[in-house]
Nanobody, 124 residues
Framework: QVQLVDSGGGSVQAGGSLKLSCVAS????????MGWFRQAPGKEREGVAA????????YYADSVKGRFTISQDNAKNTVYLQMNSLKPEDTAMYYC?????????????????WGQGTQVTVSS
């Protein structure tokens, strides 16, 4: 049974940092691509960052480029999202997910599995 467990969210002030983690079980992240998505109340889900299965290519939403970094630790079967210089508009529920596609300059969901989400709140 595949399970993705998201953690690391919290409340920070603008300019602060958080590091999200997604631990996978029953699923080998080294053989698959992983991504982070977010959804704020009243807004559409947005692909934030993604990494290919080799771990040598990453993709980011324009809104987070230069501030967020996705990485993975195959030995721990864990994907991370380091978020720096956080802004109030980054406030959302963040989810890790398997399977994504990149086109039109954006990261899109492509089925797969989802974590339960972790809340990030950034105050001004």
């Amino acid at each position: 049974q595949v399970q993705l467990v998201d953690s690391g969210g919290g409340s920070v002030q603008a300019g602060g940092s958080l590091k999200l983690s997604c631990v996978a079980s029953g699923y080998d992240i080294s053989s698959n691509s992983m991504g982070w998505f977010r959804q704020a109340p009243g807004k559409e889900r947005e692909g934030v960052a993604a990494i290919n299965k080799k771990g040598d290519r990453t993709y980011y939403a324009d809104s987070v480029k230069g501030r967020f970094t996705i990485s993975q630790d195959n030995a721990k079967n864990t994907v991370y999202l380091q978020m720096n210089s956080l802004k109030p508009e980054d406030t959302a529920m963040y989810y890790c997910a398997t399977d994504w596609v990149y086109y039109g300059g954006k990261i899109h969901v492509n089925g797969g599995y989802w974590g339960q989400g972790t809340q990030v709140t950034v105050s001004s």
